[in-house]
């Protein structure tokens, strides 16, 4: 029986006053599953056509922090020790930094890592 899911892009914001930005990474959270993950795709080349200026491992790190937020525990600061509708809430909740979330979707899946995987493909991952 297919469960509910709700996910946020994460998307990577060079010049917030341009409103450009390349999609890099997908965090999903199903409740009925106590599911709660990212997937994470930074293209360095397309991230140096919107601004050749950024670090791409600077990037890579404010991403990675997204992660560690999801797998919870003390790593991640105070906020890996929420709950994970709270960790998901925060990692939604809107903000004008560099890497940014965009609205949340919902979607239904039996499997909510495979649905994160075909998000990351579909949504994240270029083309071809």
């Given amino acids: 029986m297919p469960s509910p899911f709700e996910y946020v892009l994460l998307r990577v914001v060079p010049r917030v006053e341009r409103g450009e930005f390349i999609n890099a990474g997908v965090v999903l959270y199903c409740q009925e599953k ?5 997937r994470l ?5 397309r991230l140096r056509n919107l601004d050749p200026n950024l670090d791409p ?9 997204a992660r560690r937020v999801c797998a919870g525990g003390r790593e991640a600061g105070a906020v890996g020790l929420l709950p994970p509708v709270q960790r998901f809430g ?10 940014q979330p965009s609205p949340v979707h919902t979607g239904l899946a039996e499997d909510p890592k495979e649905a994160l995987e075909h998000l990351l493909e579909v949504m994240v991952r270029p083309p071809g």
């Fill in 90 to 99: 925060w990692l939604a909740a809107p903000r004008s930094t560099v890497v």
């Fill in 41 to 45: 795709h930074l293209d360095p080349e």
């Fill in 34 to 38: 106590r599911f709660l993950d990212a």
């Fill in 57 to 65: 491992e600077a990037v890579r790190a404010h991403l990675e922090a």
